[in-house]
């Protein structure tokens, strides 16, 4: 949801053919996550339960405290919300802490019926953003928000490795 505005201040400042297939892929992502969101309110509604688990719980709970540790230091150092590496951080914040979290979960509670595909298919779509964003860079040159997206998604790939590589080890 945060690299979607970065993608579009990007064609906004520097519009060309390549910024706007950019921004039309974390559009286009942003789409599939609100109608997967949507779809998890829909059957928590329908079937009644609204109760969270304990590492949804914990998620949530980190990640809310990672935002504000970074809008406290963005306030403390002087740097806007919209400063484009606050948004990075803020990305991290909620993407890659859950995924490190979700990596402990593994580790500690084993497989559960995680299937590869979805794994795989998490790679790939990281993989897809990654490379859309590095063709950006090469056919464009760097921009700072080229730079704040290629940050977050990195990192998003490094942390969702991680919780491959512990599904793989146990």
Avoid at 1 to 26: E, G, H, V
Avoid at 117 to 131: E, F, H, P, S
Wanted: charge should be positive; aromatic fraction near 14%.
């Amino acid at each position: 949801m945060i690299m979607w505005p970065l993608s579009r201040s990007d064609y906004n400042d520097n519009p060309s053919k390549i910024a706007w297939q950019t921004r039309f892929i974390y559009g286009w992502w942003l789409f599939w996550v609100l109608v997967d969101l949507t779809s998890i309110l829909y059957l928590r509604a329908r079937a009644g339960s609204w109760e969270l688990g304990a590492l949804q719980l914990m998620m949530i709970y980190v990640s809310a405290g990672c935002f504000i540790a970074v809008w406290v230091v963005s306030m403390l150092c002087g740097w806007r919300m919209k400063n484009y590496y606050v948004r990075s951080a803020i990305s991290i914040a909620w993407k890659s802490v859950s995924q490190l979290l979700l990596a402990w979960a593994v580790w500690n509670t084993g497989r559960g019926d995680w299937m590869p595909a979805a794994l795989i298919a998490g790679i790939l779509t990281i993989v897809a953003r990654l490379t859309q964003v590095s063709v950006s860079v090469a056919v464009d040159g760097w921009t700072h928000q080229r730079r704040a997206i290629a940050i977050s998604e990195t990192v998003n790939l490094g942390t969702w490795l991680a919780v491959v590589s512990v599904w793989i080890l146990k």
